[in-house]
């Protein structure tokens, strides 16, 4: 069954800590996106992607970095987490927004301590 | 800019009875796509109902159904029939533009409670 898979689901860490949210697609979409939302709250993106080696930053300024050297994989790193990181990151992709609009995952809840 | 604006950050409706969400949102485009999602209290991001703008024709899913209104800039939807699974957050969204797609723009979400 096609589908979009974050891992972890939820995520209690230390400051200064490296972690890295997982998130792959099995339907071959070539735009991916990475929004951050805080419990209840909108979503805000903070990168995107539109296929192999393609990375933006989106509207949102975020110390996190992504990769996407797989069209399936599409990674968010922080380098040193902080508490106001603390937040839920939801991961996206699309083939063709106009006719579908986007498959979310279901999340990582990150808290940082 | 273009902006999406959900004016009720939460609403209640009982069991079986019929409830509106709004949505408004600001576009100097002539075609578009809008959207509503559900978030369901953690779970997965769905897909409720899609509109393309340069039809008249308001979009139908079983029990969801939208109002839009172009000229108006409104696009609500209209839950009948309400379940206690319809409790979740839902979301208005649309693209910049006819073509310019890749991007959804949300607007800050309706809590609702069945």
């Known amino acids: 069954e096609a589908d979009i898979y974050q891992t972890p689901r939820y995520l209690v860490i230390g400051t200064g800590k490296k972690i890295t949210l997982e998130c792959s697609q099995t339907?071959?979409?070539?735009?991916m996106y990475w929004y951050q939302q805080d419990p209840g709250m909108e979503l805000h993106l903070i990168h995107y992607s539109y296929g192999v080696n393609s990375t933006e930053k989106g509207d949102l300024s975020s110390e996190s970095t992504v990769s996407r050297i797989r069209t399936e994989h599409f990674p968010l790193t922080l380098e040193s987490a902080r508490p106001s990181h603390t937040s839920q990151y939801l991961c996206?992709?699309?083939?063709?927004?106009?006719?579908?609009?986007?498959?979310f995952g279901s999340g990582t809840r990150l808290t940082v301590v | 800019a273009q902006t999406v604006t959900q004016s009720q950050p939460e609403m209640s409706v009982q069991e079986a009875e019929t409830v509106t969400l709004s949505c408004t949102y600001d576009?100097?485009?002539?075609?578009?796509?809008l959207f509503w999602y559900k978030q369901p209290p953690s779970r997965q991001m769905i897909l409720v109902i899609r509109q393309e703008a340069y039809k008249q024709q308001n979009a139908t899913e079983n029990r969801f159904s939208v109002n839009f209104q172009k000229a108006a800039k409104s696009f609500s939807l209209k839950i009948s029939d309400s379940q206690l699974g319809d409790t979740a957050m839902y979301f208005c969204a649309f693209t910049p533009g006819f073509y310019n797609t890749d991007k959804l723009i949300f607007g800050t979400g309706t809590r609702l409670q069945v």
């Open positions: 576009t100097s485009e002539s075609n578009y796509y």
């Open positions: 996206a992709s699309s083939d063709r927004p106009e006719n579908y609009g986007y498959t």
């Open positions: 339907m071959g979409h070539d735009k």
